[in-house]
């Protein structure tokens, strides 16, 4: 069973100084050629991520059992940028679970992450959704992430971007961002768990289609990206490609797919919306 009881109980608070080489060494990571996220002016959307990743992973499996922790799936992300991170900001992260729901195969836990200046200022909120694969739970509680689901895409993308996943790019992103999941860097692990061999990390994939979007849309100024959210629905793997496919649904707002090179969706349901 799962731990209800602590639903809404805050994390300690973690602190994180942010760096111009930390930045860079993510952008590095994750193949993003917008200068400003190279050189480490300015981080990347994703990047949000890292600060309290250590937080919400310790909120998200505190409340499932032991036997459950290993069968966790990235199931969603949201992020919602307040104002960029920049070199020299001192971060604060807390995170808290705010819900537990049955489904028919599993449990999904859903975390809120929020990150803060060093005045107290919001920085970015997201909202990580975990899938425990099997595991069961009597009962529903609290409540889910915000619906960003935006309905099926009609006619062709107003833009398709084309991406190669390198071969080290799992172990790359594991020491940029401190995911050091067996998944993403064991080829042995990763058959035993089912696949067909280590798996690119769900937030390396979102990364690479947020310097997509933002390429695409917002060359000059990246960081008018201020909401990004995507189901992932399936794994990309190191050594091949992923297109990412988005339609303009309305001012400053996207729907976007990611697909692997066979095809098949790695992200579905994504959502990036632009400042004007």
Same mark, same amino acid.
């Given at each position: ?9 805050? +994390? *300690? ?7 111009? =080489?930390?930045?860079?060494?993510? %952008?590095? %990571? ?6 400003? !996220?190279?050189?480490? $002016? ?15 992973? /310790? ?10 922790? +290993? ?29 537990? !729901?049955?489904? +028919? ?7 809120? #992450? ?30 889910? %992430? ?7 895409? /009609?006619?062709? @993308? =107003? #833009?398709?971007?084309?991406? !190669? ?18 998944? !993403?860097?064991? =080829?042995?692990?990763?058959? *035993? &768990?089912? #696949? ?12 690479? &289609? ?8 917002? @060359?000059?100024? @990246? ?20 297109? $990412? ?5 309305? /001012?400053?707002?996207?729907?976007? /797919?990611?697909?692997?090179? =066979?095809? *098949? ?12």
């Amino acid at each position: 069973m799962f731990t209800i009881a602590q639903l809404g109980a805050w +994390s *300690k608070t973690v602190e994180f100084p942010v760096t111009r =080489d930390r930045i860079a060494a993510y %952008a590095a %990571a994750t193949n993003d050629p917008m200068p400003r !996220h190279a050189d480490g $002016t300015v981080a990347p959307p994703v990047f949000a991520v890292v600060p309290g990743f250590g937080a919400m992973a /310790e909120a998200t499996l505190g409340v499932a059992p032991p036997d459950a922790a +290993s069968r966790i799936l990235h199931g969603q992300h949201d992020i919602h940028v307040t104002r960029p991170i920049v070199p020299g900001d001192l971060l604060r992260c807390r995170a808290q679970v705010i819900g537990v !729901h049955r489904r +028919s195969s599993g449990v999904v836990v859903t975390t809120l #992450l929020e990150t803060t200046g060093d005045g107290g200022e919001p920085v970015n909120e997201q909202y990580f959704t975990g899938f425990f694969r099997g595991a069961e739970h009597t009962g529903d509680a609290g409540r889910t %992430a915000p619906d960003h689901r935006a309905g099926r895409a /009609e006619g062709a @993308p =107003d #833009l398709a971007v084309t991406q !190669h996943i390198d071969a080290d790019q799992p172990r790359r992103y594991a020491e940029a961002s401190g995911d050091f999941m067996p998944v !993403h860097l064991d =080829d042995a692990f990763a058959r *035993k &768990a089912g #696949l067909p061999g280590v798996i690119v990390h769900g937030l390396c994939t979102m990364a690479f &289609a947020s310097h997509a979007l933002a390429g695409a849309i917002a @060359p000059g100024d @990246p960081t008018r990206l201020r909401r990004l959210a995507v189901r992932f629905s399936a794994p990309a793997f190191p050594g091949h490609a992923i297109t $990412t496919n988005a339609w303009r649904t309305a /001012e400053h707002r996207y729907r976007f /797919e990611t697909l692997g090179d =066979d095809g *098949k969706p790695v992200i579905t349901d994504g959502l990036a919306e632009f400042t004007g």
